[in-house]
């Protein structure tokens, strides 16, 4: 038995445990989960049992709610329970957790962009900005912005957004190892030992394709300085006008919504 804490509107958001049972182990009467009504116990496609919790009728179709997640009743639909357990996603009928949800919304992406925006510039992002144009409803913005970025899915999107970017300059990973190739040849040529073992580094790193955190060259050093505030002013204006078309992470839950 799997059980699996709730804090649902039904229950006046009071913390209760739910209980989920691979079907081997289960003892009483239990339907397949289309069929169920509220209250009885359902079958998952993957074999696991559970209670259902809601059964909700609207005008493009019926939703089931389990303690694990959601789906829609036809006739190729599907419920399993454990790709919904192995990324923690109780709440909506998708199986992708909370932060690669919140890493698909338009405010993480606009992020993204004035984050770059000061990257390429070569200037220190702020963060106290950055974090009034992404959440301004937190307590702290700053520090949920650099929680953010720390993410391992975020950390992905700027490596990816660099190479981008780069890429648009005609700098890729065959212009990177061809220059460092050619600093290895001058090294040589110079007899300088001391370099020639950190150009070698460099391309050891670059054979394994790790892009770097920050990375500057000559070509690159651009005044952008009105670039940030322009960006800035246009992502803060994108998300006033999107904002209410995007609910937060919990609003999935709807009518048997669950706080924190």
């Given at each position: 038995?799997?059980?699996?804490?709730?804090?649902?509107?039904?229950?006046?958001?009071?913390?209760?445990?739910?209980?989920?049972?691979?079907?081997?182990?289960?003892?009483?009467?239990?339907?397949?989960?289309?069929?169920?009504?509220?209250?009885?116990?359902?079958?998952?496609?993957?074999g696991y049992?559970?209670?259902?919790?809601?059964?909700?009728?609207?005008?493009?179709?019926?939703?089931?709610?389990?303690?694990?997640?959601?789906q829609?009743?036809?006739?190729?639909?599907?419920?399993?329970?454990?790709?919904?357990?192995?990324?923690?996603?109780?709440?909506?009928?998708?199986?992708?957790?909370?932060?690669?949800?919140?890493?698909?919304?338009?405010?993480?992406?606009?992020?993204?962009?004035?984050?770059?925006?000061?990257?390429?510039?070569?200037?220190?992002?702020?963060?106290?900005?950055?974090?009034?144009?992404?959440?301004?409803?937190?307590?702290?913005?700053?520090?949920?912005?650099?929680?953010?970025?720390?993410?391992?899915?975020?950390?992905?999107?700027?490596?990816?957004?660099?190479?981008?970017?780069?890429?648009?300059?005609?700098?890729?990973?065959?212009?990177?190892?061809?220059?460092?190739?050619?600093?290895?040849?001058?090294?040589?040529?110079?007899?300088d030992?001391?370099?020639?073992?950190k150009?070698?580094?460099?391309?050891s790193?670059?054979?394994?394709?790790?892009?770097?955190?920050?990375?500057?060259?000559?070509?690159?050093?651009l005044?952008?300085?009105?670039?940030?505030?322009?960006?800035?002013?246009?992502?803060?204006?994108?998300?006033?006008?999107?904002?209410?078309?995007?609910?937060?992470?919990?609003?999935?839950?709807?009518?048997?919504?669950?706080?924190?």
């Amino acid at each position: 038995m799997i059980t699996i804490p709730r804090k649902l509107k039904i229950n006046n958001f009071q913390e209760v445990e739910y209980e989920v049972y691979p079907v081997k182990d289960f003892q009483l009467t239990y339907k397949h989960w289309k069929k169920c009504k509220e209250g009885d116990w359902g079958v998952s496609d993957d074999g696991y049992v559970a209670q259902c919790l809601a059964v909700k009728t609207y005008s493009s179709g019926v939703e089931m709610t389990y303690p694990y997640g959601k789906q829609w009743v036809t006739k190729t639909s599907k419920l399993e329970f454990l790709p919904h357990w192995e990324t923690k996603s109780f709440n909506s009928v998708s199986t992708k957790s909370q932060m690669q949800l919140e890493l698909q919304k338009r405010r993480s992406k606009d992020l993204l962009e004035a984050y770059m925006t000061y990257i390429m510039a070569g200037k220190t992002p702020d963060f106290e900005k950055l974090g009034q144009m992404y959440r301004p409803d937190q307590k702290k913005p700053a520090w949920t912005v650099k929680r953010l970025l720390k993410t391992k899915g975020m950390k992905q999107m700027i490596k990816d957004k660099m190479k981008e970017v780069l890429t648009e300059r005609g700098i890729d990973e065959g212009y990177v190892l061809d220059t460092i190739k050619d600093a290895i040849g001058v090294a040589k040529v110079n007899e300088d030992p001391g370099n020639m073992i950190k150009a070698a580094k460099e391309l050891s790193d670059y054979l394994d394709m790790k892009p770097k955190a920050k990375t500057q060259t000559d070509t690159l050093e651009l005044d952008l300085s009105h670039q940030i505030e322009a960006n800035f002013e246009k992502q803060t204006k994108k998300l006033t006008a999107t904002k209410t078309q995007e609910l937060p992470s919990e609003a999935e839950d709807n009518d048997i919504g669950e706080k924190g």
